[in-house]
């Protein structure tokens, strides 16, 4: 079997997902087109990166991603480095012929983002994003029921995606509160995923009656702990949101909100997307990731109820062939969406050897540069008060 080899910029939390993801892909896909080897590794420290080569098999580390675009036999970089670095980590591997996986969201901005997607549109190489909650089963087959037009038209949507994690504020300052390294706060962190599901669900590829892109918002923003300590224990100024809460309007005339939070107390990975139509609606939980909740407001409607009703579709983890582990009516875990979201970077870039058109699951780079601009637009209209930004 043919072997893509993998060089990782990065070796935090998610590059050990992304490691994980790449070494289990021959166990759950047969046959698959590729398998990926784990040949190096760039971390900003000389520790971090022996850890790497201990822990998930690299063959070697070093300090400068250059290396690992300057080696022959890396054909793909996996992007899982602290979002400032993103655009010239992407750019140089573009440039550079390597097929790229960048973890959310693409860029700092939009000029940066649109940058990318050209660049990547015009390359002769995969780009994708990790936007892996499309690779759910359930949002999947959320996916197929909206394509079979179950929701008629569009009336409205809402999307949460809500953590408890910065609540202490005696947590570090970190990038991930610093504008100048993250690109914001939630709406960048936790934000990004949820308008990338919307927009997969009611977008123009879904071909949703008064869906569409997304057209203008109305937002708020606010950071309600305006510092952190330090490694030295000394106050440093957050200048990232802690909340975001917006309304939306899509291209069709859908009206929708989007709500993202790092301090909802009791909350752990709450990623909430429900979906309204005349004809019915659609409801998906990521603390309850076997379950899609389904609507048909065309079944009959009785004197006691008749057949009227929610219905919850076994969506567990019955993905498509060639998914091959056997058995697919066990429960589905966080980190099958990221092997599933890998494979198919995998399956792109066999499609795209083949001349045969990409996968319209797969989130590229234009997917990446469209959420940039939602991500951008909401953080304008807070910034200015404005009823309502267009983010055409």
């Known amino acids: 079997m043919r072997k893509l080899g993998v060089g990782m910029a990065g070796y935090g939390f998610i590059g050990r997902v992304h490691a994980h993801a790449h070494r289990s892909l021959p166990l759950f896909y047969r046959p698959i087109p590729f398998q990926t080897e784990l040949l190096g590794v760039a971390t900003s420290t000389e520790s971090s990166g022996r850890m790497a080569q201990e822990e998930a098999g690299f063959h070697f580390h070093t300090r400068d991603y250059r290396d690992l675009l300057q080696h022959p036999d890396i054909d793909i970089i996996d992007v899982c480095t602290p979002n400032d670095t993103h655009f010239d980590i992407c750019r140089?591997?573009?440039?550079?012929?390597?097929?790229?996986?960048?973890?959310?969201?693409?860029?700092?901005?939009?000029?940066?983002?649109?940058?990318?997607?050209?660049?990547?549109?015009?390359?002769?190489?995969?780009?994708?994003?990790?936007?892996?909650?499309?690779?759910?089963?359930?949002?999947?087959?959320?996916?197929?029921?909206?394509?079979?037009?179950?929701l008629g038209k569009l009336t409205g949507f809402r999307a949460s995606y809500l953590h408890?994690?910065?609540?202490?504020?005696?947590r570090k300052h970190s990038w991930r509160v610093s504008k100048v390294r993250s690109g914001g706060g939630a709406i960048a962190d936790l934000g990004s995923h949820a308008v990338d599901l919307l927009r997969f669900?009611?977008?123009?590829?879904?071909?949703?009656?008064?869906?569409?892109?997304?057209?203008?918002?109305?937002?708020?923003?606010?950071?309600?702990?305006?510092?952190?300590?330090?490694?030295?224990?000394?106050?440093v100024a957050v200048d990232v949101d802690d909340i975001a809460?917006?309304?939306?309007?899509?291209?069709?005339?859908?009206?929708?909100?989007?709500?993202?939070?790092?301090?909802?107390?009791?909350?752990?990975?709450?990623?909430k997307v429900q979906l309204f139509g005349l004809k019915g609606s659609l409801a998906f939980?990521?603390?309850?990731?076997?379950?899609?909740?389904?609507?048909?407001?065309?079944?009959?409607?009785?004197?006691?109820?008749?057949?009227?009703?929610?219905?919850?579709?076994?969506?567990?983890?019955?993905?498509?062939?060639p998914y091959s582990l056997g058995v697919t009516k066990?429960?589905?875990?966080?980190?099958?969406?990221?092997?599933?979201?890998?494979?198919?970077?995998?399956?792109?870039?066999?499609?795209?050897?083949?001349?045969?058109?990409?996968?319209?699951?797969?989130?590229?780079?234009?997917?990446?540069?469209?959420?940039?601009r939602?991500?951008?637009?909401v953080q304008q209209s807070a910034a200015t008060g404005s009823a309502w930004t267009s983010l055409q």
């Not at 700092?108 to 499309?134: D, G, H």
Request: hydrophobic share 40%; glycine share 8%; net charge negative.
């Open 374 to 377: 939602i991500i951008c637009g």
């Open 164 to 170: 408890a994690g910065y609540i202490d504020s005696t």
């Open 92 to 150: 140089d591997a573009i440039l550079a012929g390597k097929h790229v996986y960048c973890d959310k969201p693409l860029a700092l901005n939009v000029q940066q983002a649109e940058e990318l997607a050209a660049m990547a549109e015009s390359s002769t190489v995969v780009c994708q994003m990790t936007f892996n909650y499309r690779f759910v089963p359930a949002i999947m087959r959320a996916r197929q029921l909206v394509e079979s037009n179950l």
């Open 245 to 271: 809460i917006a309304q939306v309007r899509l291209s069709g005339g859908a009206l929708g909100t989007l709500e993202a939070s790092r301090l909802a107390t009791g909350a752990q990975d709450n990623l």
């Open 201 to 235: 669900l009611t977008g123009p590829g879904s071909n949703v009656e008064r869906g569409g892109e997304w057209e203008s918002v109305s937002a708020t923003l606010q950071t309600l702990i305006p510092e952190r300590p330090d490694a030295a224990g000394q106050p």
């Open 330 to 372: 066990n429960t589905v875990g966080w980190l099958q969406f990221h092997i599933q979201c890998l494979f198919d970077l995998v399956n792109s870039i066999d499609r795209k050897e083949r001349a045969l058109p990409p996968s319209a699951y797969s989130p590229t780079f234009k997917d990446g540069l469209a959420v940039q």
């Open 285 to 321: 939980d990521l603390m309850e990731p076997n379950w899609l909740d389904v609507y048909d407001a065309r079944e009959p409607e009785g004197e006691l109820g008749g057949n009227r009703g929610m219905k919850r579709i076994e969506a567990v983890a019955r993905y498509p062939q």
